[in-house]
């Protein structure tokens, strides 16, 4: 069953420990990308990957950091250097040179 | 500046009223949009894509590069269209990353 995961559907983290969020893909997508979703604000790019062992920032990269060893894998670490951490955070993929992309289910990420 | 606005945050309508979620973009070339939805507790999904001239779901959207605008249409709306929707554009500049709306919640109503 081909798709896009993300582990956990929820995470709680204390104030000022890092923490990692996962997304594994089996589409055989190259591309992969890290979105924020916040109320009113629709979805903003956090980083993205086009191919492997290579990423790229994107609009509010500050705080976080990727990985892209594997092409099936893109996880995100939230650091403590991130302000305002607790948002819904979602995985995409796409195939290069397509529009579409796919959607992990999100991980909800709260800071307590 | 590349982007794209939904001025509305809510629509609430009746089942069998039509429906126009507004998108309008700010993109210098040409546009490549797109239609997502997010049914309660499931995925973001690509709903229509403006490319295709196609209609899902009863939805159609005409890209208006006069006005700037790729609003989404349905001539009777279901109870089962009550949803997330955001409007998407493509940016070429970062990897083919998608620039999205602020999102709309259509409610229908019976």
């Known amino acids: 069953d081909g798709g896009i995961t993300q582990s956990p559907k929820y995470l709680f983290r204390k104030e000022g420990q890092n923490v990692t969020l996962s997304c594994e893909q089996n589409?055989?997508?190259?591309?992969m990308y890290w979105y924020r979703q916040d109320p009113g604000q629709g979805l903003r790019l956090i980083y993205y990957?086009?191919?492997?062992?290579?990423?790229q920032k994107g609009d509010i990269a500050e705080g976080y950091s990727v990985s892209r060893e594997k092409k099936e894998s893109f996880p995100l670490t939230v650091t403590s250097a991130q302000k305002n951490p607790t948002a819904f955070y979602l995985c995409?993929?796409?195939?290069?040179?397509?529009?579409?992309?796919?959607f992990g289910q999100g991980t909800r990420l709260t800071v307590v | 500046a590349q982007r794209v606005t939904q001025p509305e945050k809510l629509l609430s309508v009746f089942k069998g009223a039509p429906v126009e979620l507004k998108c309008n973009y700010s993109?210098?070339?040409?546009?490549?949009l797109f239609w997502y939805v997010q049914y309660s507790r499931q995925r973001l999904q690509l709903l229509l894509r403006h490319i295709s001239r196609e209609s899902i779901k009863g939805f159609t959207a005409d890209l208006n590069k006069g006005e700037t605008s790729f609003h989404l249409k349905k001539p009777f709306a279901q109870e089962e269209d009550s949803a997330m929707y955001y409007c998407a554009l493509r940016s070429w500049n970062q990897g083919g990353k998608l620039i999205f709306g602020q999102g709309t919640e259509l409610s229908v109503k019976p």
């Open positions: 589409l055989n997508h190259d591309a």
């Open positions: 995409a993929s796409s195939r290069s040179g397509t529009p579409d992309a796919f």
């Open positions: 993109y210098s070339g040409s546009p490549e």
């Open positions: 990957s086009q191919i492997v062992n290579d990423f």
